[in-house]
């Protein structure tokens, strides 16, 4: 079976998202700071005429933050989130990217697994590793990198 990610830079490492979940990819603009928020969320932007929170994947992978460059990208993401009330509601957010690269198709038998690492936290963010080259692309589980946000939310 052939699956379609799109491909994005976060310090020199290649990643990538199932295309399934990108809704659309901006040009970074300044997110608006929220008071009392995870580290990890950089703030509100506007897009398609709704409010999106946006995550920094460097603060949230433990890496120091990139600086902003014209090839810096905020990736739009959208999640399927059953709520009790509506069993398709979708929830999107926003992730920074210091660029995105390209969709590309990964069979899934070339899938590598997800490595061991002990019980470090970067593991669970990890569903897969491809290669483009020579290159590894790191395939992320986006359930994963934003279920943090949606417990809190079901708490609230």
Do not use: W
């Not at 799109?6 to 199932?18: D, E």
């Not at 997110?31 to 994947?57: D, K, M």
């Not at 899938?111 to 470090?120: E, I, Y």
């Amino acid at each position: 079976m052939i699956n379609q990610y799109l491909t994005f830079m976060l310090h020199n490492t290649l990643y990538a998202v199932p295309v399934s979940h990108v809704q659309e990819v901006l040009e970074y603009t300044a997110p608006e700071q929220l008071p009392c928020t995870v580290e990890c969320i950089e703030g509100l932007i506007s897009s398609r005429g709704q409010g999106i929170q946006v995550i920094n994947l460097c603060r949230k992978f433990g890496l120091d933050v990139s600086p902003v460059t014209k090839n810096t990208r905020i990736i739009v993401l959208e999640l399927n989130t059953p709520q009790e009330n509506d069993e398709n509601h979708v929830t999107i957010f926003g992730a920074v990217a210091d660029s995105v690269e390209e969709v590309m198709d990964v069979k899934t038998e070339e899938l590598d697994a997800v490595p061991k690492f002990g019980n470090t936290i970067s593991a669970e963010y990890i569903s897969g590793v491809g290669k483009k080259g020579d290159a590894f692309v790191i395939l992320l589980d986006v359930e994963r990198i934003f279920q943090f946000h949606l417990t809190a939310k079901e708490k609230e």
